[in-house]
């Protein structure tokens, strides 16, 4: 998607440092001579993270949960803590041939699409249209090899406090999943369920997760 997706977050949180990323590829980024690996996006992010003063608490959204779980596992020194929004499995997530062929094909179709993020959250219009800023290769990517990565063994190496959510409504997650796949697995995290939410949280109850976030922050800032 796109940074745009964290705009009502962003509104919700005037007092917060909300650096909302566009990764390259995505929400209209160039990706010319990108290497589409989780390995990259995790460089590209860290890069930015680096410069910002203060605590730095990682965000990761779905996609964005796997790359900033591979960025935890490098134990890196400014992070204070991990914050996961219905992220994908570490696991490798595979599906059939059918399934693939047909969100491959959905790549700049607007039908496709549609019928591709429905449940995702309460107004899916907004999601259909970012969604057309991805590249090609980008979304490719994320479908035939970041998808199916598995980055399990590495989160072990998490040590940060991690918070993961989960929207009750969520058709692509399940909280049981999640605690098994992730917060059962690392020393120092915690499961909640944001009632009211489908897949994109933040864009359904931007104000609860920012209360959420900020009570996060506020237990585990150095």
């Known amino acids: 998607m796109t940074s745009a997706t964290f705009s009502s977050l962003v509104g919700a949180l005037p007092d917060v440092n909300v650096v909302a990323l566009d990764l390259p590829g995505f929400g209209g980024t160039s990706d010319s001579g990108f290497e589409h690996s989780l390995d990259a996006y995790a460089d590209f992010v860290t890069a930015i993270a680096e410069r910002i003063p203060g605590d730095v608490h990682l965000v990761g959204l779905s996609m964005g949960g796997k790359i900033a779980m591979h960025i935890a596992a490098r134990q890196p020194m400014w992070l204070q803590s991990l914050i996961l929004l219905a ?3 570490p696991d490798a997530t595979i599906v059939s041939p059918d399934a693939l062929a047909a969100q491959l094909g959905a790549f700049e179709n607007v039908d496709a699409l549609t019928a591709l993020v429905s449940g995702w ?7 259909v249209a970012w969604a057309q800023f991805a590249s090609r290769d980008a979304y490719a990517w994320w479908l ?3 998808r199916p990565a598995d980055i399990s063994n ?4 998490i040590n940060v406090p991690t918070l993961v959510l989960h929207g009750e409504n969520d058709p692509l997650r399940s909280s049981d999943a999640l605690r098994e796949r992730i917060v059962d697995r690392l020393p120092n995290a915690e499961l909640m369920v944001v009632a009211g939410a489908s897949h994109c949280i933040q864009m359904d109850q931007p104000h ?4 959420v976030l900020r ?3 506020a237990r585990h800032s150095g």
């Open 215 to 217: 009570d996060w922050m």
């Open 154 to 157: 590495g989160v072990a190496n």
């Open 121 to 127: 959250a309460s107004d899916t219009a907004p999601l």
């Open 144 to 146: 035939t090899d970041g």
């Open 208 to 211: 609860e997760t920012a209360l």
């Open 87 to 89: 992220p994908s499995y």
